[in-house]
């Protein structure tokens, strides 16, 4: 039997990743394990239909298996066409009869976050805070209680410099889950996003009050507001992406 029979008898036994490693040796092995007939059987064992035409829909089978045979690796994105510079975040804060809360923060700001985080809070809520999770965050300076008997609400919009144009992050959704063990309340709603995105949705936008125990019964003592979109974005570029896709208006 020749070298180039036990080559054919060989390869059809082999994975792709496999025959693939076997090009690699030579120009003989190279020029054996190009015939399309192996990389059809490797893709009859993972899409048997694909198969069952005369020819491939591809050029040819290798090239089909070597396309789809592993999940696409994450895309780097582009540069996002906004900056956080170009924004400005409308935030609202109210009980049932009074206004808590009301600032416009600039996007660096919230972008910024703590420099320090404040002394005396819990462990729980330090890790949080430094998780690698992408978060915006705004120091609240002077801090504002809320009375947990109350129901809470919050709206969060966000303005455009560079269109004069305005979009809807949170629309008076409710804080309506208190972690008193991480020091935690949370609110969040669905993004809205523009038409042009029409198989976009589900997504939504977290905002959590961060707060302190400060001894007292049935009132929180905020020192801070959180937002992040860690449902699909974990990076900055993430968040500018999602936010240039929303509906302005």
Same mark, same amino acid.
């Given at each position: 039997m020749s070298n180039e029979e036990v080559l054919k008898a060989v390869f059809p036994l082999l994975e792709g990743v496999d025959l693939a490693s076997?090009?690699?040796v030579c120009k003989q092995w190279r020029d054996v394990a190009l015939d399309d007939y192996f990389w059809k059987c490797l893709c009859a064992k993972r899409w048997p239909s694909i198969c069952k035409k005369p020819k491939p829909p591809t050029v040819t089978y290798y090239k089909l298996y070597q396309t789809f045979y592993k999940r696409q690796q994450s895309r780097i994105l582009p540069p996002p066409r906004i900056s956080f510079d170009d924004l400005d975040f409308y935030i609202d804060i109210w009980t049932e009869d009074r206004l808590l809360f009301s600032e416009v923060v600039p996007g660096p700001v919230l972008q910024a976050g703590f420099k320090i985080p404040p002394s005396g809070i819990c462990d729980k809520l330090r890790f949080h805070i430094d998780g690698p999770e992408y978060k915006m965050t705004l120091p609240v300076e002077p801090r504002f209680t809320v009375p947990m008997s109350q129901t809470v609400s919050v709206s969060v919009l966000v303005g455009?410099?560079?269109s004069n144009m305005v979009a809807c992050v949170i629309n008076k959704s409710v804080f309506d889950?208190?972690?008193?063990?991480?020091?935690?309340?949370?609110a969040f709603d669905f993004l809205d996003f523009s038409p042009v995105y029409p198989f976009v949705s589900g997504i939504r936008a977290w905002i959590s009050l961060l707060f302190m125990d400060d001894g =007292?019964? =049935?009132?929180?003592?905020?020192? =801070?507001?959180?937002?992040d979109f860690c449902d699909a974005a974990n990076s900055k570029e993430e968040v500018l992406w999602l936010l240039d896709m929303l509906d302005w208006k």
């Open positions: 076997c090009m690699a455009r410099k560079d889950y208190i972690d008193r063990s991480a020091y935690r309340a949370m =007292g019964e =049935g009132v929180l003592d905020v020192f =801070g507001i959180q937002m």
